[in-house]
């Protein structure tokens, strides 16, 4: 069984940081994330503010239950980067979040790893395991690594 938890990115305040509550009010759902100072430090221990998770406003990342090869948490949205060594390439792909459309499996999900740019290696989606693979990044912290040439 895996920990179930989110991460939150915030447009207004651009930063990423850890959902500890998540609450569903009136038709909207709300996320509690750490409060944090300009300088990016937490004036106290247990101060949280609180969020709309609303796209434009905020994006919220599931927890893939899975590691990158130095043990850092995979979240949806990561970027993970494979170096293989038989090639003097750099592969990139994007943690998705992939809901399957099978009739008999309806509501059932999984993360999926989008190769960014397509070529004669990866045509289809990889078989890759992600504890070969290094978190580089997210689309949000760091849009260029998933800007197409």
């Known amino acids: 069984m895996r920990d ?74 990561d970027v993970l980067g494979l170096n293989v060594n038989l090639m003097p390439r750099h592969w990139l792909f994007v943690v998705e979040y992939l809901e399957v459309t099978c009739p008999t499996c309806k509501g059932i999900g999984s993360f999926r790893l989008r190769p960014l740019k397509v070529d004669s290696f990866y045509k289809d989606d990889p078989i890759i395991f992600p504890s070969t693979c290094e978190v580089i990044g997210n689309i949000y912290e760091n849009p260029e690594l998933v800007a197409q040439p």
Not at 24 to 44: M, R
Not at 60 to 67: C, D, I, P, Q
């Open 4 to 77: 179930i938890k989110f991460r939150l990115w915030d447009h207004g305040g651009k930063r990423m940081a850890p959902a500890c509550k998540l609450d569903w009010h009136w038709g909207t759902l709300w996320a509690s994330i750490p409060h944090s100072k300009a300088d990016g430090t937490v004036p106290e221990e247990h101060a949280l503010e609180v969020i709309e998770v609303h796209s434009g406003v905020s994006e919220l990342m599931e927890y893939t239950g899975l590691h990158d090869k130095a043990g850092k948490e995979i979240y949806e949205g």
